[in-house]
């Protein structure tokens, strides 16, 4: 599927994303945390679709709630008493603080999941294949290797779960099978470990020539003004949170809210990948 990045070199989208994913690890302020988790949800939309982020919300919006209800119990801290539950008093403060950290969690998640779907392995490989090899090379291959890990669980699953003489009578039985089929990975995995081993040994990788890739990027103008405009946001976006967080507690009360600057120029900051999805629309509308 094309998406926002696609008609620029790769440097674009590695700026973009992973200074997108530090400043949301880094902003643990309410509006910052929103803006976060607004801009991480709006560019998977663009990047990915909205199908697959819909399906990554069904397993992430769980863990943000678990993660706002756990904060209370094991942080009992705060001066706003919200209600009791026997000895356990939970605070306004300890529920907010842990609504910050899920969404942190779910806007960090959607960040590396849209880092996937724009930073394929032969994106890596020809943007940072030179500069760490090993590092660029493990890290195309984890992104290759999760979901063909899942694909293959799957497929084994489907096989035993086909043998009807040995279907599993109890629990213990069910879980016994489980752990059959994480066995059969790991192994799996390691063949095809030592066979990837030998076909890079053979391709003549870490002989200490350079490499080439499969397809030549250019860094004209334009994805230099692209990366330059990515890097001077996110710089000024740097400072302003480090501010913004500075300025603002949890406990033992919370901070006033206020209108800041900053808000509005790290929405225009997340808001790039939106922008060039619809420069690029209005230039195919135009066309006809």
Same mark, same amino acid.
């Given at each position: 599927?094309?998406?926002?990045?696609?008609?620029?070199?790769?440097?674009?989208?590695?700026?973009?994303?992973?200074?997108?994913?530090?400043?949301?690890?880094?902003? %643990?302020?309410?509006?910052?945390?929103?803006?976060?988790?607004?801009?991480?949800?709006?560019?998977?939309?663009?990047? @990915?679709?909205?199908?697959?982020?819909?399906?990554?919300?069904?397993?992430?919006?769980?863990?943000?709630?678990?993660?706002?209800?756990?904060?209370?119990?094991?942080?009992?801290?705060?001066?706003?008493?919200?209600?009791?539950?026997?000895?356990?008093? +939970?605070?306004?403060?300890?529920? +907010?603080?842990?609504?910050?950290?899920?969404?942190?969690?779910?806007? +960090?998640?959607?960040?590396?999941?849209?880092?996937?779907?724009?930073?394929?392995?032969?994106?890596?490989?020809?943007?940072?294949?030179?500069?760490?090899?090993?590092?660029?090379?493990?890290?195309?291959?984890?992104? @290759?290797? +999760?979901?063909?890990?899942?694909?293959?669980?799957?497929?084994?699953?489907?096989?035993?779960?086909?043998?009807?003489?040995?279907?599993?009578?109890?629990?213990?039985? /069910?879980?016994?099978?489980?752990?059959?089929?994480?066995?059969?990975?790991?192994? =799996?995995? %390691?063949?095809?470990?030592?066979?990837?081993?030998?076909? %890079?040994?053979?391709?003549?990788?870490?002989?200490?020539?350079?490499?080439?890739?499969?397809?030549?990027?250019?860094?004209?103008?334009?994805?230099?003004?692209?990366?330059?405009?990515?890097?001077?946001?996110?710089?000024?976006?740097?400072?302003?949170?480090?501010?913004?967080? /500075?300025?603002?507690?949890?406990?033992?009360?919370?901070?006033?809210?206020? %209108?800041?600057?900053?808000?509005?120029?790290?929405?225009?900051?997340?808001?790039?990948?939106?922008?060039?999805?619809?420069?690029?629309?209005?230039? =195919? @509308?135009?066309?006809?």
């Amino acid at each position: 599927m094309h998406h926002a990045f696609s008609s620029y070199h790769p440097a674009a989208a590695f700026s973009f994303i992973v200074s997108a994913a530090l400043l949301s690890m880094a902003a %643990m302020h309410p509006v910052y945390v929103a803006l976060s988790l607004a801009g991480a949800l709006a560019a998977s939309i663009v990047l @990915r679709g909205a199908r697959r982020t819909a399906r990554s919300l069904t397993w992430v919006a769980p863990m943000c709630a678990i993660m706002a209800c756990a904060n209370p119990l094991f942080s009992a801290s705060g001066s706003t008493e919200l209600f009791r539950v026997g000895g356990l008093v +939970v605070y306004v403060e300890s529920v +907010v603080y842990g609504l910050c950290s899920g969404g942190m969690f779910a806007a +960090v998640f959607l960040w590396f999941a849209s880092y996937a779907r724009c930073m394929t392995s032969e994106n890596s490989l020809a943007l940072l294949g030179n500069v760490a090899p090993t590092v660029t090379l493990m890290a195309s291959q984890v992104l @290759r290797l +999760v979901p063909q890990f899942v694909s293959r669980g799957a497929s084994v699953a489907a096989v035993q779960d086909a043998a009807s003489a040995a279907a599993p009578v109890t629990k213990r039985d /069910a879980a016994q099978g489980r752990f059959r089929i994480v066995s059969v990975l790991m192994e =799996w995995g %390691m063949e095809d470990g030592i066979g990837r081993t030998d076909a %890079m040994r053979a391709r003549g990788y870490g002989c200490g020539a350079r490499r080439s890739t499969y397809r030549r990027y250019r860094f004209g103008s334009t994805d230099a003004a692209l990366t330059g405009l990515i890097v001077a946001l996110a710089a000024l976006n740097a400072g302003l949170i480090a501010a913004a967080c /500075a300025a603002y507690e949890f406990y033992p009360v919370m901070t006033p809210l206020h %209108m800041q600057a900053g808000y509005a120029a790290y929405a225009a900051f997340l808001a790039i990948p939106i922008v060039l999805q619809a420069k690029e629309w209005w230039q =195919w @509308r135009s066309l006809k």
